[in-house]
């Protein structure tokens, strides 16, 4: 029997996606937001989430951190056209395993009852949350953790009374004493 014809090659094909967290370093600068966030638009890749702030001020140098899934080759190849942009120093990926910390950040408000209230306090106890605003009627907390873990935070919460959920996407850093070199020009 004939193999079917495809313009992509089998190794691509059998490929698994896998969620992967991507830093950019930049160029602080009006339209490099714009820039980055394009090549995603441009080919057709979903940013999941999205951090950015300034991390250098005498270098004027801000970190992106992005979410996104994709397989192995797609990665390499968003990092290999990320490094083509004018204003990228720097790209890493890290995926999700053990060699990396992640964390992200979530506040979460409840309105309710008095007795829901305090099942609600109960649950933010055991988790540690930091309370950042109390009144008789409502409450707002701040808890940091891993994706799952503000998942299931916020599972346990909802019966009794979410009103609203803020919720930041992940930031990841390399575990021990590597570091992101400066991979621009190179060929990955």
């Not at 602080?28 to 890749?45: C, H, I, K």
């Not at 390499?76 to 990396?100: G, H, R, T």
């Not at 309105?111 to 106890?125: R, S, V, W, Y």
Request: charged share 25%; with cysteine.
């Amino acid at each position: 029997m004939k193999k079917p014809l495809s313009a992509y090659p089998d190794s691509i094909k059998t490929e698994q996606t896998e969620r992967h967290i991507m830093v950019v370093w930049v160029d602080n600068e009006a339209g490099v937001l714009a820039r980055v966030s394009g090549l995603f638009s441009g080919r057709g890749y979903n940013i999941e989430s999205l951090a950015v702030a300034q991390v250098d001020d005498e270098k004027n140098i801000s970190r992106i951190t992005i979410a996104t899934n994709g397989t192995n080759s797609v990665i390499e190849q968003i990092k290999a056209q990320l490094l083509k942009l004018i204003p990228v120093y720097k790209v890493a990926s890290f995926p999700v395993d053990d060699k990396s910390i992640f964390r992200e950040l979530a506040l979460v408000k409840i309105i309710a009852d008095k007795k829901n209230l305090e099942k609600a306090k109960e649950i933010c106890n055991s988790y540690k949350a930091q309370y950042l605003d109390t009144t008789n009627t409502s409450f707002i907390v701040e808890f940091h953790s891993t994706r799952r873990e503000i998942d299931r935070f916020i599972k346990e919460l909802k019966p009794y009374g979410i009103a609203s959920v803020a919720r930041t996407g992940p930031l990841a850093m390399a575990k021990g004493a590597e570091i992101t070199e400066a991979n621009k020009g190179k060929v990955i």
